[in-house]
């Protein structure tokens, strides 16, 4: 397995853990365990209610550890983390055959499962905190990933702790990307605009939406992604704002947007184009030019200092000026990351601040109900001097020939 | 949109609701949102802390009423859901051209565009609680899909109501499926079977785990279904449980592990499925009969009213006589449905007993840490007078020529 670059920006985890005074946090929800640890619990992903958590002390106040089922111990031998200390709950049967294994990943699992099982997984993150010598401390937990009652499980084994929610402070650490994420997220950008390329190369008089919607997928896979957010709409149906692929076909005129993105290497990508089939009418073209202005003068403000809630107003100003005069919108765009929706969101009412190393999708979606749906929206990243596209294509209308 | 048969079966909801003196239950969950009313909310299911509830009155006791985001309303009118009654919160901008929109789904939208919209999830879900006159009542709540503190917010909003966790009921009403369901589910089995041989139909000398796995999921994907569970491996790798596939490549002697299945229209599979690359040896013979003859077992024993634990004994007791002397497993499969694992567990502690219309993934899996892991799973619904299967493949071991 090379060794890959960190998720977790961990000076950052450290300066926000220093200003709330906390000893230690505890990451509970999927994005969260994987950010901190590299831990990519498949249970956990895929179904609410499975437990995998990663106790993270404070410096100088011991090692990170992760508590997770006997279950999925296999994919912590086999993937790349940077957590070694594992705690496990739960029993599950393996065995062994009449010579020990040779490889590497079979070796450590085997270690693993000869470490003492606890009987669940707030037991062991109790157990994991006592052991840490921290009983009676000040801890934030992701408080998202718990389920009903273990807030007041934890609280009941360890009454002398005190324990804060947590969820804010890890999306407020994840705002600000390392390399190895910004990397990821670039890739997962351009195998969307890929797979918008593919979807497009069927558009013609007749083809579905389901079928381009196929098509976009079947790209999106083939370049190891996995499909998440594939909306796809034709003419009327384009200002549907979370439009899902139907049968409706494709006439000369309609509008087609694409508001979409997979995950790769659980990193999600949110990009928006938007296509005519056909030459596009002077209104729709108009309209169109006002939001990519709109964009354009977004990402000619957005640098470290500046206030978010500025780039919001310049923006929505903007595509007012440029010809949609009754423009408005709640946010013109958020962070992505592991989550399709990462802070900061860029609102009028933030008091957020851009900071080098954010990565945003920003976006100026419009909705004209009954007639189409015009959005552009592209992912960024927040640089010393400004900001560098993580897409290589523009935000032009595509005119799809007849 | 065709109407489509109900997936919620109505009449064990009412039951389950009765024996609990339930005047209303709510679904909080994607899953039990989407299984009561139709409705599946796009925001909910690709992250956790979007809204989404259905409010369902016991019968003489009022409508149900679908409670969600203004930024979803467009997916509610144009998808097949069969609960009238709509309720919002917050705010979304969507604009209007001069003439009013002619489709029956912007003209639906438009429509519940105009009522009135509450401040958040919580408020809004009590406001109808209220409105249906059930201030005062008894209400299961499926605690599972809020966020920490919205339960206690709802009974600070209404403090006469007595709220019960309810997420065990949900469960519970879902293990039978409802045919529109059993429909669904005979789909993704086949899809995923499919997607197998496409796979298969790449092995070769080098081929690798990644490259087997992106013809599966891309036929997985062209049969209109989401990738979710892609579990394979080749030789040692196929004893980790939850694999997940590398660049090992296979060689000549290699057992090929699948424990797989995507979404389609919602609904999960999960299937597992055994080839060797060349032929197999006789040890990988004789294991893979013996956990081949448990699911037989089962399957031959499986029928309405009797009990889960008796099967789960009475496979692993075949496994062992059929050659596995030391087999051991907490399970021998699952429910399954919206969820990947529904009820039962067929567990050697179940206390349930088999009904009719219940879908299960019958499996035996043995892992041999650092050599290979076997693994029939097949997917079955309980007939009246057995069992029939989902599947259009045997569970026998696949050779594939060198």
């Known amino acids: 397995m090379p060794p890959d670059g960190k998720l977790l920006n961990e000076s950052r985890l450290h300066e ?3 200003a709330l005074k906390l000893d230690a946090v505890v990451a509970t929800s999927p994005e969260n365990v994987t950010y901190s640890s590299g831990f990519w619990a498949l249970p956990q992903w895929i179904r609410r209610g499975p437990q995998t958590y990663v106790l993270w002390p404070a410096p100088e106040r011991g090692e990170p ?12 031998a086999d993937q790349p983390i940077w957590v070694e200390k594992v705690r496990r709950y739960g029993d599950f049967h393996i065995d062994q055959g009449p010579e020990p294994p040779r490889d590497a ?5 085997l270690e693993m499962l000869r470490s003492e099982s606890h009987r669940d997984a707030i037991e062991a993150l109790a157990v994991a905190i006592g052991k840490a010598g921290l009983a009676r401390s000040r801890i934030g937990i992701d408080e998202i990933g718990l389920m009903p009652g273990q807030f007041g499980a934890l609280e009941a084994l360890l009454p002398d702790a005190t324990f804060i929610p947590a969820t804010s402070l890890f999306r407020d650490v994840r705002a600000v990307k390392t390399e190895e994420e910004i990397t990821r997220l670039g890739i997962v950008a351009q195998i969307a605009e890929r797979s918008i390329a593919a979807a497009l190369d069927l558009a013609e008089e007749g083809s579905s939406e389901v079928e381009l919607a196929r098509a976009f997928h079947v790209q999106t896979v083939r370049d190891d992604a996995l499909p998440v957010l594939g909306c796809i709409g034709f003419g009327e149906r384009s200002a549907l704002m979370n439009v899902q692929p139907s049968d409706r076909t494709l006439r000369l005129g309609d509008v087609i947007r694409f508001d979409v993105g997979g995950r790769y290497r659980h990193y999600r990508a949110d990009i928006a184009r938007i296509a005519t089939f056909g030459e596009a009418s002077k209104q729709v073209r108009d309209l169109h030019h006002a939001l990519l202005s709109g964009i354009e003068r977004a990402c000619e403000m957005i640098r470290p200092g500046v206030r978010v809630a500025d780039v919001h107003d310049a923006t929505v100003e903007t595509v007012r000026r440029e010809g949609i005069r009754h423009y408005r919108r709640n946010h013109v765009g958020h962070g992505i990351g592991l989550d399709g929706y990462d ?4 609102t009028a009412s933030s008091e957020e601040v851009f ?16 007639r189409f749906g015009l959005q552009v929206e592209d992912m960024v990243v927040v640089r010393r001097d400004g900001v560098e596209r993580l897409m290589t294509t523009s935000g032009d209308l595509v005119v799809v020939p007849q």
């Not at 997770?68 to 111990?73: I, Q």
């Open 355 to 370: 900071e080098e190393n954010m990565v945003l999708s920003v976006e100026t979606p419009y909705y004209e109900i009954g």
């Open 16 to 18: 926000k853990m220093a």
């Open 105 to 109: 990943v079979s070796l450590r699992l």
């Open 343 to 346: 802070a900061p969101s860029l």
């Open 65 to 76: 550890e992760i508590i997770t089922s006997t279950g999925t111990l296999d994919l912590i």
